[in-house]
């Protein structure tokens, strides 16, 4: 039994009703929706689609201000039951899972959650998606973490609210710590052997905690992760996704990417777990003995970012295996930027540089190739090359070779860093986008201005390695997957770019006033002549 609902709902209306002698403001909260009819709004994953041109004014500004406060659309979440159906029985995925048995020696599981300043009804939804979809003898507890929240509705009110609720405990930060901290702290007070580390806007699907569970029971040195669907940020419709792709990572950034997965292994079934290089970091179930093995998370990391691929690389390199398991599945709210602000500037370039000094040994150079700042204060890092050593890991090397086959090396190139034009201050540059080039002005910090081409004449943005750009016809400039067929030829006076493929010649050419990059017939326009920051002769 999770709860009480009828003592929750009670509970409600003496949080969020008037009193007599309440010394405090009225924080007005948006309804509390405990058992939203069949129809009701975004019921079994459908979409709230708001038409703001109809709101009143008063409504009007709550919808701008949800927007404003979270970058994703709180005035339609508010309008869904915090426990809302999902139903996918009739989907194949959740009938071939269904058929799947799981180990009866699993051992329940602390889920760990960790917010800063989330939204009501996004938070209590997570909450309750946990409860209400993990087998009870399964769950042992929820830690959520209040990492300095400053909003008035998660003082009291959640504590008064999770108060009522089985199995969850509120632990809260002495100040703002960033996701990293907290979630350390969520560890030090977990009482299961096994952790789960979720985000707190999410939604499980039914039968999402046994797959994870199932692996870790077979071996502890599993490292395994949902399916992650999305939730839509304007209407927070959802719906489960196809099984297709494991984790991966760029260069650029050192940060997370998707890659297509492909089996070697004829007996290997649709839904069964995949092997996958790196996982987003989000979400995922780890062995607690295991975790405190790897030495957790480095504690010097500052607030978010790099903690996934320090513990992905470290995974695989000692003795461990990170899975996507495709039978498990939980929803999360992708937004375009966070609303969380920090107040030193971001930490990924710092905390990425503290992964690459210890477990990326000599390919770190491909990661500082791509920006063109000196590497700065990442602090001390002896104690992690200490417990690298002590574990006795494997080197980097064996994991590209072994792990991370799809990652391209950027070997073998004669050309690095900067393409700029020589008719005016203006570089290539890699959207990141469907792999799309741009002119855009030479800005001079590498990253998304950063390019590689091969001896072979291959072009790449360290953007994107596994993508190279060719003439596809003389008008347009596209990417396509790398080949290793020859490209562009750099001309021996080192100023045209000329297609090898191409009769009779086509050269690259920007345009004055326009952003794209085309490819037309050789000639003497300063548009079709380029400097490159790295040139070497082989």
């Known amino acids: 039994m999770y709860f009480d609902l ?98 009866p020696d699993m051992r329940a599981a602390s889920v760990i959650v960790c917010f800063h300043n989330e939204a009501w009804t996004v938070l209590l939804r997570t909450i309750h998606s946990i409860l209400d979809r993990s087998p009870p003898h399964l769950l042992k507890e929820i830690i959520i973490v209040d990492d300095g929240s400053t909003m008035d509705h998660l003082k009291e009110p959640l504590a008064k609210y999770v108060s009522a609720l089985d199995k969850v405990t509120l632990l809260r930060t002495s100040q703002m710590e960033g996701l990293i901290r907290a979630r350390l702290l969520g560890y030090s007070k977990a009482t299961g052997s096994v952790l789960v580390f979720l985000d707190s806007h999410i939604e499980c699907f039914p039968g999402w905690l046994e797959p994870l569970l199932d692996r870790i029971a077979e071996s502890p040195y599993n490292v395994p992760y949902p399916m992650i669907d999305a939730i839509s940020k304007r209407s927070f419709s959802l719906k489960a996704i196809h099984p297709c792709c494991v984790g991966t990572f760029k260069w650029m950034f050192l940060v997370f990417a998707w890659a297509s997965y492909h089996s070697d292994d004829p007996t290997k079934g649709l839904y069964d777990p995949m092997k996958s290089p790196t996982m987003p970091g989000g979400l995922f179930a780890i062995d607690k003995d295991y975790f405190a093995k790897l030495g957790t998370y480095d504690d010097q990391m500052n607030h978010w970012g790099g903690e996934n691929m320090e513990l992905s690389f470290k995974v695989w390199m000692c003795n461990g295996t990170i899975e996507v398991i495709p039978c498990s599945h939980v929803g999360h709210v992708f937004r375009d930027q966070s609303p969380i602000k920090w107040k030193t500037g971001s930490q990924l370039v710092r905390n990425s540089i503290r992964v690459a000094e210890v477990w990326m040994d000599s390919y770190r150079k491909y990661y500082y190739d791509t920006f063109h700042s000196k590497l700065g204060d990442y602090g001390d890092v002896s104690e992690r090359k200490l417990l690298r050593k002590r574990l006795k890991c494997k080197d980097f090397g064996w994991y590209l070779k072994n792990v991370a086959k799809e990652v391209q090396i950027p070997e073998n190139h004669i050309i690095s860093g900067e393409i700029r034009s020589m008719a005016a201050p203006v570089c290539l540059e890699s959207t990141g986008v469907g792999g799309h080039v741009m002119i855009k002005p030479c800005h001079g910090v590498g990253y998304d201005q950063h390019w590689y081409m091969l001896d072979n004449g291959e072009i790449r943005s360290a953007h994107q390695t596994s993508l190279c750009y060719v003439s596809e016809t003389p008008v347009l400039v596209a990417a396509k997957s790398c080949r290793g067929e020859k490209g562009w030829i750099y001309t021996q006076d080192k100023t045209l770019m000329v297609d090898s493929n191409s009769v009779p010649q086509i050269c690259l050419q920007a345009s004055p006033g326009k952003d794209s990059l085309t490819a037309k017939p050789c000639n003497s326009s300063p548009w079709q002549k380029w400097i490159f920051e790295n040139y070497v002769k082989k």
Request: charged letters at 40%.
């Open 6 to 103: 009828k003592h929750v709902i009670r509970q409600k209306q003496t949080l969020f009703g008037k009193t007599e002698d309440s010394r405090r403001s009225e924080v007005v909260f948006p309804p509390f929706v405990a058992d939203s009819p069949p129809d009701g709004p975004g019921e079994f994953g459908h979409g709230v689609i708001i038409d703001e041109t109809s709101l009143s004014e008063e409504d009007s500004r709550k919808f701008k201000d949800g927007w404003k406060k979270n970058f994703f659309n709180q005035y339609a979440s508010d309008k869904i039951s915090v426990r809302r159906r999902i139903d996918e029985s009739d989907k194949d995925w959740f009938k071939q899972c269904s058929k799947k048995k799981y180990r």
